[in-house]
Protein backbone atom coordinates (compact mmCIF):
# COMPACT_ATOMS: atom_id res chain seq x y z
CA UNK A 1 0.00 0.00 0.00
CA UNK A 2 1.28 3.12 -1.14
CA UNK A 3 0.45 6.58 0.39
CA UNK A 4 1.18 10.51 -0.91
CA UNK A 5 0.59 12.58 1.19
CA UNK A 6 0.02 16.64 0.56
CA UNK A 7 -0.38 19.40 2.92
CA UNK A 8 -1.07 22.75 1.80
CA UNK A 9 -1.81 26.67 2.59
CA UNK A 10 -5.37 26.98 2.67
CA UNK A 11 -5.57 29.36 -0.42
CA UNK A 12 -7.77 29.03 -3.25
CA UNK A 13 -4.79 28.49 -5.80
CA UNK A 14 -3.17 25.36 -4.37
CA UNK A 15 -6.68 23.37 -5.09
CA UNK A 16 -5.81 23.28 -8.74
CA UNK A 17 -2.16 21.95 -7.67
CA UNK A 18 -3.90 19.19 -5.55
CA UNK A 19 -6.52 18.14 -8.11
CA UNK A 20 -3.16 17.58 -10.50
CA UNK A 21 -1.79 15.33 -8.23
CA UNK A 22 -4.96 13.60 -7.21
CA UNK A 23 -4.91 12.38 -10.98
CA UNK A 24 -1.87 11.36 -11.41
CA UNK A 25 -1.52 9.19 -8.58
CA UNK A 26 -5.30 7.52 -9.61
CA UNK A 27 -3.89 6.87 -12.68
CA UNK A 28 -0.49 5.54 -11.78
CA UNK A 29 -2.59 3.49 -9.25
CA UNK A 30 -5.22 1.78 -11.90
CA UNK A 31 -8.31 3.96 -11.82
CA UNK A 32 -10.17 3.37 -14.77
CA UNK A 33 -9.13 6.81 -17.21
CA UNK A 34 -13.00 7.37 -17.61
CA UNK A 35 -13.22 8.48 -13.91
CA UNK A 36 -10.34 10.56 -13.55
CA UNK A 37 -12.23 13.71 -14.35
CA UNK A 38 -15.07 12.69 -11.67
CA UNK A 39 -11.41 12.26 -9.46
CA UNK A 40 -10.42 15.74 -10.23
CA UNK A 41 -13.85 17.36 -9.82
CA UNK A 42 -14.07 15.25 -6.42
CA UNK A 43 -10.94 16.41 -5.17
CA UNK A 44 -11.06 19.94 -6.34
CA UNK A 45 -14.80 20.48 -4.03
CA UNK A 46 -13.80 18.13 -1.33
CA UNK A 47 -10.34 20.87 -1.31
CA UNK A 48 -11.99 24.15 -2.16
CA UNK A 49 -14.90 23.32 0.74
CA UNK A 50 -11.74 22.66 3.09
CA UNK A 51 -10.09 25.80 2.13
CA UNK A 52 -13.53 28.15 2.56
CA UNK A 53 -13.92 26.73 6.23
CA UNK A 54 -10.24 27.70 7.35
CA UNK A 55 -10.72 30.83 5.52
CA UNK A 56 -13.66 31.62 7.37
CA UNK A 57 -12.93 30.37 10.57
CA UNK A 58 -9.48 32.25 10.24
CA UNK A 59 -7.15 29.47 10.24
CA UNK A 60 -3.87 29.19 10.00
CA UNK A 61 -3.13 25.41 9.52
CA UNK A 62 -2.50 23.71 6.28
CA UNK A 63 -5.45 21.42 4.83
CA UNK A 64 -4.34 17.64 4.45
CA UNK A 65 -4.56 15.18 1.66
CA UNK A 66 -3.50 11.42 1.87
CA UNK A 67 -3.82 9.55 -1.53
CA UNK A 68 -3.30 5.60 -0.90
CA UNK A 69 -3.51 2.58 -3.53
CA UNK A 70 -3.73 -0.68 -2.82
CA UNK A 71 -4.98 -3.61 -4.95
CA UNK A 72 -8.44 -3.08 -4.69
CA UNK A 73 -8.89 0.51 -4.25
CA UNK A 74 -7.42 4.13 -4.45
CA UNK A 75 -8.35 6.35 -1.62
CA UNK A 76 -8.13 9.69 -1.26
CA UNK A 77 -8.83 11.54 2.27
CA UNK A 78 -9.14 15.63 2.55
CA UNK A 79 -8.74 17.13 6.27
CA UNK A 80 -9.53 20.33 7.96
CA UNK A 81 -9.08 21.99 11.00
CA UNK A 82 -12.50 23.76 11.94
CA UNK A 83 -14.91 23.06 14.61
CA UNK A 84 -17.53 21.43 13.08
CA UNK A 85 -21.35 21.26 14.21
CA UNK A 86 -23.37 18.37 13.41
CA UNK A 87 -26.15 18.60 10.79
CA UNK A 88 -27.24 16.85 7.65
CA UNK A 89 -26.42 13.71 6.81
CA UNK A 90 -22.85 11.77 6.63
CA UNK A 91 -23.54 11.87 2.45
CA UNK A 92 -24.23 15.81 2.21
CA UNK A 93 -27.76 16.03 2.24
CA UNK A 94 -28.70 19.65 3.08
CA UNK A 95 -30.19 20.30 6.52
CA UNK A 96 -33.35 22.03 7.93
CA UNK A 97 -32.55 25.27 8.73
CA UNK A 98 -28.79 25.81 7.66
CA UNK A 99 -26.80 28.48 9.28
CA UNK A 100 -25.47 30.98 6.89
CA UNK A 101 -22.45 29.26 4.79
CA UNK A 102 -23.53 26.26 5.64
CA UNK A 103 -25.63 25.92 2.52
CA UNK A 104 -22.48 26.45 0.28
CA UNK A 105 -21.29 23.15 2.20
CA UNK A 106 -23.57 21.76 2.02
CA UNK A 107 -23.63 22.09 -2.23
CA UNK A 108 -20.45 21.16 -1.87
CA UNK A 109 -20.72 17.98 -0.35
CA UNK A 110 -23.38 17.46 -2.60
CA UNK A 111 -21.69 17.56 -5.39
CA UNK A 112 -18.96 15.16 -4.14
CA UNK A 113 -21.71 12.57 -3.67
CA UNK A 114 -22.68 13.05 -7.07
CA UNK A 115 -19.22 12.18 -8.19
CA UNK A 116 -18.11 9.49 -5.89
CA UNK A 117 -20.34 6.37 -5.20
CA UNK A 118 -18.07 5.66 -2.18
CA UNK A 119 -18.09 8.65 0.10
CA UNK A 120 -17.88 9.62 3.94
CA UNK A 121 -17.85 12.82 5.62
CA UNK A 122 -16.66 12.51 9.89
CA UNK A 123 -16.37 16.14 11.70
CA UNK A 124 -16.00 16.79 14.98
CA UNK A 125 -15.00 20.11 17.03
CA UNK A 126 -11.77 19.53 16.08
CA UNK A 127 -11.93 19.14 12.13
CA UNK A 128 -13.50 17.52 9.65
CA UNK A 129 -12.37 15.02 7.15
CA UNK A 130 -14.08 13.58 3.84
CA UNK A 131 -12.99 9.80 2.40
CA UNK A 132 -13.65 8.79 -0.94
CA UNK A 133 -12.21 5.94 -3.19
CA UNK A 134 -12.62 4.72 -6.13
CA UNK A 135 -11.88 0.74 -7.73
CA UNK A 136 -8.86 0.29 -9.63
CA UNK A 137 -7.95 -2.24 -12.04
CA UNK A 138 -6.48 -5.76 -10.83
CA UNK A 139 -3.91 -5.82 -13.21
CA UNK A 140 -2.97 -2.20 -13.97
CA UNK A 141 0.61 -1.29 -14.67
CA UNK A 142 2.31 1.18 -12.55
Request: with cysteine.
Amino acid sequence: MATVELRFSALPEHVRTARLVAAAVARRAGVDEAVLDEVRLAVGEACSRAVGLHTSHGLDTPVRVALTEDEKAFRIEVGDDAPHVAHGSAHGSPADGAEPGEEEDDMGLAVISGLVDDFEVTSDGHGGLIRMSWPTAPDSLA
